[in-house]
């Protein structure tokens, strides 16, 4: 392993906390911000930054997502929702919040009168990104939703549809399509520098140490795949540019008494121009790798889907591309779209075409590995 991928579990012996203290991570808040966009331009909203509420102040709005939109251009953040009143005290003093920007999981819904939020970011474990989801783009706010979108395709389409009925936009939180290295994996796919693309093989996971969380459970739809495995599927997807049109999947479990959930998880992609994709997760090792083999070359990022130190490499050189901070990229890319009334990169759509597919990763798990059609 080149470098060290990202951690995403709390707890004793495997913090983000301690995480960042070996050295990679921590440069999320002192890598400098790009401005992909000015926030100058053609804004129709009349505020200069729109104000963004962060829902589920865990381990990723706390460590990450807090730090890099004080980064941003065009949106700040204004407001949280959160069931623990301690951390709304402490955040409220940390980042200068307005009382009555911050909410719980109960009052919710009345930020529909709240003119100071147009964004809410659902940082929620995953079988809770659908009902809030909808409930705020029912009080009229932008939505952000971490990956993976929601549990199923039907969850998917019902947060597409409730935000079309509100006319409200709706983004996932699939950070990579901001990162520069990632990008030129895209690009690779339409102009096949290399040729056809015959081979994938990518692989997202990280050693649980700590079990005690949503993520090593069933209920709110913890497990390998959904967590770290939609990394790859994503990666397979964008190193592409194709739809796949068939699966086959495998799980296996080491520490059955431990994580409940899916721990390690296999799925061969096949494309409809017959490039292949094995790809893998799980919650037993440190790994993230992407590589694509073509007909008169190779390329790969080792990592692929860390928050920082992308390295791109090619038969023929390094990419080259600078670090970047992506959730800065992000927010503040999903913030000028709403201003400026312009699609998202990442739409609902994105998410709901993982989803469609790990429903058939979990229909091969069940069939015994057999293959699907997609
Ligand atoms: P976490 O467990 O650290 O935080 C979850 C938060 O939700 C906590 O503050 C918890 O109090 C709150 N919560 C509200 N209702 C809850 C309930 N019923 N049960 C449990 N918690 C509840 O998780 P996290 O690592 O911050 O992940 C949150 C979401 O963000 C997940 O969907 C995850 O996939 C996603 N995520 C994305 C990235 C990324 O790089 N894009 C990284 C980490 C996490």
Not at 125 to 131: A, E, I, S, Y
Not at 216 to 239: C, F, I, N, T, W
Not at 290 to 297: Q, R
Not at 298 to 313: C, H, Q, R, V
Request: charged content about 25%.
């Amino acid at each position: 392993m080149k470098s060290q991928p990202y951690i995403p579990t709390k707890g004793p012996g495997n913090s983000r906390r301690e995480f960042i203290k070996k050295g990679t991570a921590g440069l999320v808040t002192t890598v400098a911000a790009p401005s992909i966009i000015s926030c100058a331009n053609n804004n129709e909203s009349g505020k200069e930054k729109l104000g963004m509420a962060l829902m589920g102040l865990g381990y990723y709005s706390t460590e990450v997502l807090a730090p890099s939109i004080q980064l941003c251009k065009n949106t700040y953040l204004a407001g949280i929702v959160t069931g623990t009143p301690s951390k709304a005290e402490a955040w409220q003093v940390k980042y200068n919040l307005k009382k009555e920007n911050i909410y719980n999981y109960d009052n919710f819904d009345k930020i529909a009168d709240n003119d100071n939020i147009d964004i809410v970011y659902v940082v929620l474990p995953n079988g809770l990104h659908k009902d809030f989801t909808i409930r705020a783009a029912n009080a009229g706010k932008h939505v952000i939703c971490e990956k993976p979108m929601a549990v199923s395709a039907r969850e998917c389409r019902e947060m597409i549809n409730a935000c079309k009925d509100n006319n409200v936009q709706l983004s996932i939180g699939y950070r990579m399509h901001f990162e520069p290295n990632t990008q030129e994996i895209m690009r690779l796919a339409k102009e096949k520098d290399f040729g056809d693309i015959r081979q994938i093989s990518s692989g997202a996971g990280f050693n649980m140490t700590f079990f005690d969380t949503w993520r090593s459970k069933k209920e709110l739809y913890g497990g390998s795949m959904m967590d770290m495995g939609v990394y790859p599927l994503q990666a397979a997807r964008y190193s592409t540019g194709e739809e796949p049109v068939s699966v086959s999947a495998q799980t296996f479990k080491i520490r059955p008494d431990l994580i409940e959930a899916d721990e390690i998880t296999s799925f061969q992609l096949q494309f409809p121009s017959g490039t292949m994709a094995n790809c893998e997760t799980g919650f037993h090792a440190n790994f993230n790798y992407l590589k694509v083999y073509c007909e008169k070359g190779w390329y790969e990022l080792d990592p692929f889907s860390a928050y920082n130190g992308i390295k791109g490499e090619k038969s023929k050189g390094e990419f080259g591309f600078k670090q970047v901070n992506q959730q800065a990229r992000q927010m503040d890319e999903v913030a000028w779209c709403i201003k400026n009334k312009k699609p998202m990169r990442v739409p609902g759509e994105e998410g709901l075409k993982d989803i469609i597919i790990v429903e058939k990763i979990w229909e091969s798990i069940a069939n015994g590995g057999k293959t699907v059609m997609i």
